[in-house]
């Protein structure tokens, strides 16, 4: 990234799997007029594009080269895979896994890196994942945690399925997000931790239009900081 690019403010926000991350970000980036970064939905493509070739999830090197090829096109809500629409089957619970694994793998982490950072456009960005205030964007203007308990992380999910028409067991979205914090935690690359300099938010108990006030309020209270600090 160059000097002029570093002074385009982002908000990153982190989280563990269905904190609602992809809601609040989607919600404070139309807000402000700001670009949006869903970072998980690259390794999702990337567990897609190696199911589509047969590609073992154990072949870091096939993997980190399918991360590098990959022919996506993010347009408006739909995103689309060598041409292909591919906006619901990155969203199934066997991708979503894939990701996770795909994600623990330093040469594919290192592919995506400076397409992730490629997002950082003017007037600014809002960028979720995992490990956005850590690894891609250290040097963003706001960093948030986003957190909820795994039994509401579970209920939302189970809900995101049923009005998609898939039906879902509660006990297996529970014991699969538990197994999804544990991979996502543990790994060596990138582990999923908050950054030190990070807001903690517990939405667990809050409403979108709650959480979304509270993200703007914490950018708009540190936007103003840094612009009395440069005066």
């Known amino acids: 990234m160059n000097a002029a690019t570093t002074t385009i403010p982002v908000i990153a926000i982190d989280g563990p799997s269905a904190s609602g991350k992809g809601t609040i970000a989607q919600a404070v980036a139309k807000n402000l007029g700001f670009h949006y970064l869903d970072s998980g939905s690259l390794y999702r493509l990337v567990a897609l594009a190696a199911a589509k070739q047969a590609t073992r999830l154990d072949d870091e ?27 619901d089957a990155i969203r199934s619970e066997d991708c979503g896994i894939g990701a996770s694994r795909v994600a ?24 979720e994942g995992r490990d956005m205030g850590t690894v891609v964007f250290p040097d963003a203007m706001l960093k948030v945690f ?10 939302r999910r189970h809900k995101q399925l049923k009005e998609k028409g ?27 931790q908050m950054a030190v300099d990070a807001r903690e938010l517990d939405s667990s108990g809050l409403g979108i239009d709650e959480i979304v006030r509270q993200v703007l309020d914490w950018y ?10 440069e005066r």
């Open 166 to 192: 898939i039906d879902a067991n509660m006990r297996t979205l529970l014991r699969e997000l538990h197994e999804r914090d544990q991979r996502d935690s543990a790994r060596s690359a990138a582990p999923l």
């Open 220 to 229: 708009r209270q540190t936007a103003a900081r840094v612009a009395g600090s």
């Open 61 to 87: 090197a096939a993997l980190a080269r399918h991360a590098r090829e990959l022919q996506v096109i993010f347009d408006g809500g739909e995103i689309f895979l060598s041409g292909q629409k591919v906006t």
């Open 104 to 127: 623990a793998l330093p040469a594919v982490r290192r592919a995506l890196l400076a397409r992730q950072q490629a997002f950082r456009q003017a007037p600014g960005l809002v960028a």
């Open 146 to 155: 986003l957190t909820a308990s795994a039994e509401v992380r579970a209920e």
